[in-house]
């Protein structure tokens, strides 16, 4: 089946630039997604990426999308403290299939 | 405000009780979800639904059932609960069907089996 791999805890300093990887194996993957979940709280859309773009921007976030190795991350620029939370990856195909998630990687910002 | 309201944040119960959780969203989506949440393992899907009445099984299924009488409320059930059933448990809504969509979460329902 699919799976969805990435690295469990990434820490950083307040003000530095933040990338969490993330890998894929379904090649047939239409949408794939980045959600945050905050201590205490459910999971929230953060962003979204189709397919066939390999790059889309949201403020201080950057998301690049390599299809050829199926690689998916998530850059976050002048990472604040508020920033710390477990972000997910997650990837669809089309039609009425359900998101395969990832374990979720622990973004601790430290001041 | 978009909500997913599940009714218990926390829950203790005792092993074989029969377990409710109650999911209730006020988007008038078609589609809910249950997932469970544990360290390490990352969310895994339970039970989901495409519609009143109907539920299909997710990755997890055994051990749990699902309720949807109506559009807006997804019940999940431990008919007899055990401890390996101690988890976080995610209710999900979203518009579009699958992934499609984006997916709104409640906050979650932590549930402890003694």
């Known amino acids: 089946g699919e799976d969805v791999e990435q690295s469990l805890f990434l820490s950083v300093r307040e003000g530095d630039s933040s990338v969490i990887n993330c890998t894929y194996t379904d090649s047939s993957s239409t949408y794939l997604y980045w959600y945050k979940q905050e201590p205490g709280a459910g999971l929230q859309l953060l962003t979204y990426i189709f397919s066939n773009m390999d790059m889309k921007q949201d403020q201080r976030l950057t998301v690049l999308l390599n299809k050829k190795d199926k690689h998916l991350s998530l850059r976050i620029a002048d990472t604040q403290t508020g920033d710390s939370a477990i972000y997910f990856c997650a990837e669809s195909s089309t039609g009425y299939s359900t998101l395969t998630f990832g374990k979720g990687t622990m973004l601790l910002v430290s001041p | 405000d978009v909500k997913v309201t599940q009714s218990s944040r926390y829950l203790v119960k005792r092993t074989g009780e029969k377990v409710f959780l109650e999911c209730v969203q006020d988007?008038?989506?078609?589609?809910m979800f249950w997932y469970r949440q544990d360290p390490g393992l990352g969310l895994r899907l339970i039970y989901f639904?495409?519609?009143?009445?109907?539920?299909e099984k997710g990755d997890i299924p055994e051990g749990y059932s699902v309720s949807r009488e109506k559009k807006e409320r997804f019940s999940l059930i431990l008919e007899s609960a055990s401890t390996n059933q101690t988890s976080m448990y995610l209710c999900?809504?979203?518009?579009?069907?699958?992934?499609?969509?984006?997916?709104?979460f409640g906050e979650g329902s932590r549930l402890t089996v003694l």
């Open positions: 639904s495409y519609d009143v009445k109907m539920k």
């Open positions: 999900a809504s979203s518009y579009l069907a699958g992934g499609a969509g984006e997916l709104f």
């Open positions: 988007m008038d989506h078609e589609n």
